[in-house]
């Protein structure tokens, strides 16, 4: 997971391709309506549209493990994540909580939960009730 991950921060996907399972399912939990790379994405062809979406928009200068955990086929992380909005040119902070589940070597399938509300208020996109 941690090379992976500092993989990702570089903007470099190709470890993250390697890891993943052909058949992988990878869930973003954010409402498409708001994240166009939120939902459910299946296999390469899924991954590919994901992480183009995803890049489209954000660019990660931090991807900090703050915890890690393992246990069976599971794999917990914990991060503190900042990137840079493009259509805003703001940046936002998230923690973001990622499970994966890895069979032979592979990971089969991911996770991913964070704050939308918050980026979205950090981004400009809805305000604060008063």
Known sequence: MLTVIAAFKKNDLQPLFDALSPDIVWKATAPRELFRFGGTHRGMAGMKEYT??????????????????????????????????????????????????????????????????????????ITAAA
Not at 105 to 111: D, V
Request: aromatic share 10%; proline share 3%.
């Open 52 to 125: 183009a979406l995803l890049c489209s928009r954000y660019s990660f200068v931090r991807f900090e493990p703050k915890t890690i955990t393992a246990q069976g086929d599971q794999i917990w992380g914990l991060f503190e994540a900042e990137a840079l909005h493009s259509p805003s040119g703001k940046y936002v902070t998230t923690d973001v909580s990622i499970r994966w589940t890895v069979k032979d070597g592979k990971i089969t399938e991911h996770q991913g939960i964070w704050d939308t509300a918050g980026v979205l208020l950090q981004q400009g996109d």
